[in-house]
């Protein structure tokens, strides 16, 4: 037998093209909506993209409804502060425009709209019934490439109390429509570019190696790598380079899409830890982790090793030599070096006690059942101390 029986469906509706974002009023109107709400965070707010997609509004009947106070890391308190405009306002669809944040943010205001209570009382604990009610329509336009919150139906956020990362999620709250254009990605810093890639190339990989993988995340996670190893160094130094911005968009978008079939591995599971514990760019900490992660698993799939390695660009004639397992971690890092990704280490400073607290916290997440290779609480402690000593 190949592979185990699976099912699949997906509500998300795609549309991708170079400028598609321009069409979006039309889109408002084809889902038969009028009054939108449109979320991002303060930063994009201040961009001309933003301004120039706010005038596409000023011409047309369709009246805005802004709000622009999503930070990184969105925060449990500022999406119930959303939920309640929206609410007063009686909005009837909602547009997550801006990067993963925004969109993560998006995705659960809309689903506030139609079901009552705060954030938290949504957190997925292995309850797919908490979520009662269809979300409002919502349509989702990715600035960056990475987060791949686009394709799927989650939303991770703080919860500041308790210094934690938790996930909501549902189909009922699965984005409408996703505009995928590559024009909005233009702009994005080459810092922006290298860490958002690391988080689309994470997710594939961390795919890839799921235990439960079958033939559609498999194939969506294969091309993700593929396009990131061909497009991210270019994408990098010449961010003008529309090929490679369409490439990394696309890879963001299969390894979002892949990421929704499975379930976080080890770089996401240590990455939400410490994206909850300190306001760190979720890119750069998993693009730091991934390396030291592969490493530690590498002996538990070589099969899948070998197959990403030749996924990534290793020439076998310029090598002269046949391709290894252990040439896709050697890939990845020379990856990170190339990008010029800040190290984690630079950014923020934490104690043996800190990182034994990261890997106490790692260790409870119910995403460990599902690993290849079950890691332990050393395992968790020594990847940690390789990114941070
Ligand atoms: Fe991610």
């Not at 405009?85 to 944040?101: H, Q």
């Not at 988080?199 to 396009?227: G, Q, R, T, V, W």
């Not at 979720?282 to 490493?295: E, Q, R, S």
């Not at 004639?317 to 070096?337: G, Q, S, W, Y």
Request: glycine share 6%; charged share 25%.
């Amino acid at each position: 037998m190949l592979y185990n029986a699976f099912e699949w469906e997906y509500p998300t509706k795609i549309y991708y093209g170079i400028g598609a974002s321009d069409n979006i009023i039309e889109k408002i109107k084809e889902l038969k909506c009028s009054n939108p709400l449109i979320v991002t965070d303060s930063g994009f707010a201040q961009t001309e993209i933003y301004k120039a997609f706010k005038k596409i509004f000023n011409s047309s009947n369709i009246s805005l409804n802004e709000f622009t106070e999503i930070t990184s890391n969105p925060k449990s308190k500022t999406i119930d502060k959303a939920a309640k405009t929206i609410r007063e306002n009686k909005n009837d669809i909602v547009i997550g425009l801006g990067g993963g944040s925004s969109i993560d943010s998006a995705k659960a205001i809309a689903m506030l709209a139609t079901n009552k209570g705060e954030l938290l009382d949504y957190k997925y604990d292995y309850n797919i019934d908490k979520i009662k009610n269809k979300s409002l329509p919502i349509i989702v336009i990715p600035t960056t490439s990475g987060t791949g919150s686009e394709s799927n139906h989650w939303s991770v956020v703080t919860d500041e109390n308790r210094r934690i990362k938790i996930n909501v999620g549902s189909y009922l709250m699965a984005p409408t429509l996703a505009i995928i254009d590559p024009n909005l990605t233009i702009t994005m810093n080459p810092g922006l570019t290298a860490a958002t890639g690391m988080d689309a190339l994470s997710h594939a990989i961390e795919i890839y190696c799921y235990k439960f993988i079958f033939p559609i995340p498999e194939a969506f996670a294969k091309e993700s790598i593929e396009l990131v190893f061909k497009h991210l160094v270019n994408a990098v130094k010449d961010g003008s380079s529309i090929d490679d911005r369409e490439g990394m968009i696309i890879a963001s978008l299969l390894g979002g899409w892949a990421f929704s079939m499975g379930e976080e591995n080890g770089v996401h599971i240590l990455a939400h830890v410490i994206g909850g514990m300190y306001n760190v760019h979720h890119g750069i900490t998993c693009g730091n982790l991934l390396p030291f992660v592969m490493a530690d698993n590498l002996e538990a799939m070589p099969e899948r090793f070998e197959e990403m390695a030749k996924l990534m660009n290793i020439d076998e004639k310029i090598n002269n030599r046949k391709i290894e397992a252990k040439d896709a971690v050697k890939a990845v890092f020379e990856l990170i070096e190339e990008v010029k990704l800040p190290k984690l280490k630079d950014l923020i400073k934490l104690s043996n006690d800190d990182l034994e607290t990261i890997a106490q916290k790692a260790l409870k997440d119910p995403a460990n059942g599902n690993l290849v290779k079950k890691l332990k609480i050393d395992d968790y402690l020594s990847i940690l101390k390789k990114v941070f000593n």
